[in-house]
């Protein structure tokens, strides 16, 4: 590999397919000589609702395709001008399909693969393709977007999970960067009943509180296997934002024996909180209230030292982006201490009463209608005011187009987090036990066989990822990699040396410098750049092996 494909080279930093080297000049020299233009650009006008009502009616007047918007947002990848988008799911508004999905097998729905060649891509020749993949039961499928080196044979695949409410198109900064390394596949998928996948209705049987939290999360995490088999892959390496990564933590677990290594995004649901493993859940017919949309308006982080994050705010969260160094260097007993007793972050009575009442905000974007586009300005704008006037619209677009679309895996929430984002099942609790599960020679996840004869995982590498300024808990990151370092001391105790010398397990925690909650776009280049060196690694093991 080119020393320039393994460092990132700078090509990460070049303008966008849509700039000219000398516009993307003249705006940062333009952004630089005055402080208006950012508000000029972004459109805020210093309310907290950015667009104006006659924007937003347009918009909403427009209803611009969840495909269509998907596609402007991928076209940003570099050396990608024309990206392929299948339109197979989000052609039709929510209200005019009430109860069914969009789905067709017709061809012109589907997106044949667009390849760049080394005369355009100077990382090529590569392979981009969009797909459905129709899962089994009644409307269930994955959007999936995907890239692949041509001419190489595919020795590791790359499988990447958003957050909450969010979709794949997010990731449009990282799909080339990553897709650099040799003998990769890149996939990102959304999640069930989330972005363009199918969205079933959401719907749990159990009353039981423990099993309504695992039926919750085997919702996600049983179509993310069932992919996994259609695909044919056994083994990945898997990245979770957020609560792509609370999902990723409990795919590790329920379906052992298929990762390489398990990469966490600012994962959500880590440490334990008193109130939410106590508080109450909602009834299983009912629905449920975000987290992330509300938590994560706060804006972009482009200092180490984010002023406009208030200290309650800090506290609240646990969230030490102000002495990270520090706290690494804490012991891990004191880390650990101090999870249980860290003070509650104060909840607006209105977050409070919509959680309680099981109301999504997605729920109150659809009801709103023409206003819907301005209340997801309010979030957008300052989620993307980093970013070039272009690309934040195109955001603003994508995410307002996802947001309207009919509930379904977003009522899954409540039965996941309670209110202030604490898990109500925190993995804090059982993530020791990623790479560590028990393995059934058939594959399988149950058995009869006892324990002593079956095999064990060897353990698998846990890296924990946050930025600088994230309002997401650093300390619970590392808390868990105390847990796991100390499950695998306790196992290496009865372990035989050849036992000990195929041990694959780790956990570190890494921070991304000027990057918030949104690691992989915040600081896009830094979390590219790590990002490789992990696939590298894994690349590395995999042939010593």
């Not at 918009?59 to 050396?79: D, F, G, M, R």
């Not at 030292?305 to 007993?333: C, V």
Request: glycine share 8%; with cysteine; charged share 25%.
């Amino acid at each position: 590999m080119s020393t320039a494909t393994a460092n990132g080279g700078d090509d990460e930093s070049r303008a966008s397919p849509h700039h000219s080297p000398l516009d993307s000049q003249r705006e940062k020299a333009s952004n630089t000589s005055t402080g208006t233009n950012r508000t000029a650009r972004t459109g805020r006008t210093g309310g907290y609702f950015t667009l104006g009502y006659k924007e937003g009616f347009s918009q909403w007047w427009a209803n611009i395709p969840a495909a269509k918007a998907e596609h402007t947002v991928l076209s940003y990848i570099p050396y990608l001008k024309q990206p392929p988008t299948h339109t197979q799911t989000g052609k039709m508004l929510p209200s005019e399909t009430p109860s069914t999905a969009s789905f067709s097998d017709n061809s012109v729905d589907k997106a044949s693969a667009v390849q760049t060649h080394s005369n355009s891509d100077p990382y090529g020749p590569r392979q981009w393709h969009s797909n459905l993949v129709k899962l089994s039961g009644n409307n269930r499928a994955l959007n999936e977007f995907s890239v692949e080196r041509i001419g190489e044979d595919i020795d590791q695949n790359l499988v990447i999970l958003h957050g909450y409410g969010a979709g794949l198109g997010f990731f449009y900064k990282n799909f080339e960067g990553l897709s650099r390394v040799e003998g990769w596949k890149v996939y990102a998928l959304d999640l069930l009943g989330m972005g363009r996948s199918s969205r079933p209705p959401f719907k749990l049987h159990s009353k039981d509180r423990q099993k309504c939290i695992t039926e919750a999360e085997n919702w996600f995490i049983d179509a993310l296997e069932e992919w996994r088999v259609q695909r044919k892959i056994d083994r990945f390496t898997l990245v979770g934002h957020s609560l792509g990564g609370y999902m990723s933590v409990a795919y590790a677990l329920k379906y052992p024996g298929h990762l390489n290594k398990l990469i966490l995004a600012s994962p959500v649901g880590i440490p334990e909180d008193p109130y939410a493993v106590n508080a109450e859940m909602p009834e299983p017919t009912d629905s449920t209230l975000t987290n992330e949309f509300s938590q994560d308006q706060e804006e972009g982080v482009k200092s180490s030292s984010n002023p406009k994050i208030l200290e309650s705010a800090k506290q609240g969260d646990k969230n030490n982006f102000l002495n990270a160094g520090s706290k690494g260097q804490e012991t891990s007993k004191t880390v650990d201490k101090t999870l249980p007793t860290a003070p509650r972050k104060p909840l607006p009575k209105w977050l409070t009463y919509l959680w309680d009442a099981n109301i999504s905000p997605f729920s109150l974007v659809r009801w709103s209608g023409p206003l819907g586009p301005r209340f997801v300005s309010g979030w957008t704008s300052r989620r993307f005011s980093h970013l070039a006037t272009e690309e934040a619209q195109a955001l603003h677009n994508y995410a307002y187009s996802l947001f309207k679309q009919r509930g379904s895996g977003e009522f899954a929430l409540a039965y996941i987090l309670a209110p202030g984002a604490f898990a109500r099942s925190p993995l804090i609790r059982r993530i020791q036990g990623v790479g560590r599960q028990y393995l059934q020679p058939d594959g399988s996840t149950t058995s009869s066989v006892e324990s002593a004869v079956r095999k064990r995982e060897n353990g698998i590498p846990v890296v924990l990822m946050y930025g600088e300024n994230d309002w997401m808990d650093i300390a619970g990151g590392y808390a868990a990699e105390q847990k796991m370092e100390e499950e695998k001391a306790l196992i290496w105790k009865t372990a035989s040396a050849a036992e000990k010398e195929v041990d694959n397990g780790s956990a570190k925690v890494l921070i991304i410098k000027k990057a918030g909650h949104h690691v992989y776009l915040d600081g896009f280049s830094e979390f590219n750049h790590v990002m490789r060196e992990e696939m590298e690694e894994v690349s590395r093991h995999e042939r010593q092996a």
